[in-house]
C-alpha cells in the first residue's frame, strides 16, 4: 500500500493509493491520476497517403485550419434567418405604432413594454431601414 503523508489539497490529510487513484484517508477526497501527454506525430490523411504528397505543416506538427462544411455555413445561415423571422412576429405590433408615429411612451403604454425595449427595437429599425452604403460612407 502506497501513501502521501500530508498531500490532500482539500484537508491537508494523507493520501492512500486505491486501485489506479488516491483518496484521503480522513476527508475521503478522491484524486485521479491524469495521463501522461505524449507529442505523437501528426498522421498524413487519406489523400496525403494515396498520392505521397505530406505537406509541411503535418510534418511539423501544426493544425491547419478547418475548413465549414456547406451543410454548417447553410444551417448558420437558416439560424440567423428564423431569429430574424420571431423578431419579426414578436415586435410586428410595435413596428406598426412606430409607422404610424406615435411617441415610444404611448407605444409603451399600448403594448405593455418597456420604453427601453421600444428604443431598441426602433434602432434596429432604423439600422435595417439605412441603405449599407450611406453607413459605409459615414464610417
Known amino acids: 500500500m502506497q501513501c502521501q503523508f500530508k498531500s490532500c489539497h482539500k484537508c491537508g490529510g494523507d493520501l492512500v493509493l486505491d486501485g489506479d487513484e488516491w483518496r484521503c484517508w480522513q476527508c475521503g477526497q478522491y484524486y485521479y491520476?491524469?495521463?501522461?501527454?505524449?507529442?505523437?506525430?501528426?498522421?498524413p490523411s487519406?489523400?496525403?497517403?494515396?498520392t505521397g504528397e505530406f505537406s509541411a505543416s503535418a510534418s511539423s506538427?501544426?493544425?491547419?485550419?478547418?475548413?465549414?462544411s456547406p451543410r454548417h455555413v447553410n444551417?448558420?445561415?437558416?439560424?440567423?434567418?428564423?431569429?430574424?423571422?420571431?423578431?419579426?412576429k414578436k415586435n410586428r405590433e410595435v413596428v406598426?405604432?412606430?409607422d404610424?408615429?406615435?411617441?415610444?411612451?404611448?407605444?409603451?403604454?399600448?403594448v405593455g413594454r418597456g420604453?427601453?425595449?421600444i428604443r431598441v427595437i426602433r434602432e434596429r429599425l432604423n439600422e435595417?431601414?439605412?441603405p449599407k452604403t450611406a453607413q459605409a460612407v459615414t464610417s
Do not use: F, N
Open 75 to 88: 444551417s448558420l445561415i437558416m439560424a440567423k434567418v428564423r431569429s430574424d423571422d420571431r423578431w419579426w
Open 128 to 130: 435595417l431601414r439605412t
Open 96 to 98: 406598426s405604432y412606430l
Open 33 to 43: 491520476p491524469r495521463p501522461a501527454r505524449v507529442d505523437l506525430p501528426a498522421r
Open 46 to 50: 487519406e489523400r496525403e497517403r494515396s
Open 115 to 117: 420604453e427601453r425595449q
Open 61 to 68: 506538427g501544426r493544425r491547419q485550419p478547418q475548413r465549414r
Open 100 to 110: 404610424d408615429g406615435h411617441s415610444v411612451k404611448q407605444i409603451s403604454a399600448l
